[in-house]
């Protein structure tokens, strides 16, 4: 803009010396250049309402005119990082929405939150304060609480993997329509996915820490001060009490209930209820003393045909 008043003026210049008035081929340049200052940048300030918060949230700072170009069908540049956020959002001023990232209609971000590039943060999302977000996060149909890191390409949200045979021997999709809520405190290691429910809202309860590659299926509710580790899988409608530790690639079939502090060993399968504390192992799990001794007695029979 700088720019292309400078050279306006330029003209003007040139302009005045002819036989011709500036004033009449310019008539926008000459009050310009009569008014006691230049074109002045300066930002849009917005109040954006919810049920659960008011924030007034400022776009980048730009003139008039740009601003009309960045804001295509209510997206606005973000000025604290670049991102795009949509004018409906509700976005405390702290947040930091980082250059690609784009925050959609009807989404809440609280204070201090970071938003990373390629992060997609959708409709019907509730950020809480101080939370991080990685690059290339998908949010939608979520809330997150506060304090909580979310890794980078992680997938919050989506749809379960729910589906049946209709009448005519077609597969066909159950309906996905609830939420996924994840509690304070909680971390979540990159390329992991929570499914939003279907009869029941996914649920992670607070101080739980996740590894990378972990799926989390539709309907699951896991405990607060729980550990999972790398390639876990959780079918839909498992329930998970409280300080729970699975170890790498553990499994755990669809609506089975494991007890408060029970560990399950890595590479281990839960196919029935565990309803006892204790360390367990081995596939089905099993008790981690029955397990070892499973595994002696393989590790016997192994050596006598060898031998024989």
Known sequence: MAYLVRNLKLLITKISSSNTSSSQIFPRVANLQSSASPITTFRILNTFHSPTCSFRSFGSP???????????????????????????????????????????????????????????????????????????????????????????????GQDGFGFFVDEHGNMAKKPQTLYARIGNHVEIGANSCVDRGSWRDTTIGDYTKIDNL??????????????????????????????????????????????????????????????????????????????????AAQRRNWKDIKNS
């Open 214 to 295: 972990v799926q989390i299926g539709h309907n699951a509710i896991i405990g607060k001060s729980c550990i999972l580790c790398g390639q876990v899988g959780i079918a839909g409608s498992v329930t998970i009490g409280d300080y729970v530790t699975l170890g790498g690639r553990v499994a755990v079939r669809d609506h089975v209930s494991i007890v408060s502090k029970a560990r399950l060993a890595a590479i281990s399968c839960v196919t029935k209820d565990i309803k006892e504390p204790g360390d367990y192992g081995g596939f089905p799990a099993v008790p981690v003393q029955q397990w070892r001794r499973q595994l």
């Open 62 to 156: 730009a003139s008039e005119s740009d601003n009309d170009m960045v804001n295509h069908q209510g997206f606005q540049m973000w000025s604290n990082g670049g991102g795009l956020f949509h004018t409906s959002a509700c976005i405390d001023p702290t947040v930091v929405v980082e250059v690609g990232a784009v925050v959609h209609p009807k989404a809440t971000l609280g204070a201090n939150v970071h938003v990373g590039s390629g992060a997609v943060i959708g409709p019907s999302v509730t950020v809480g304060h101080s939370t991080t977000l990685g690059y290339n996060v998908a949010l939608s149909n979520c809330s997150i609480g506060d304090l909580c890191v979310i890794h980078s390409g992680v997938c919050i």
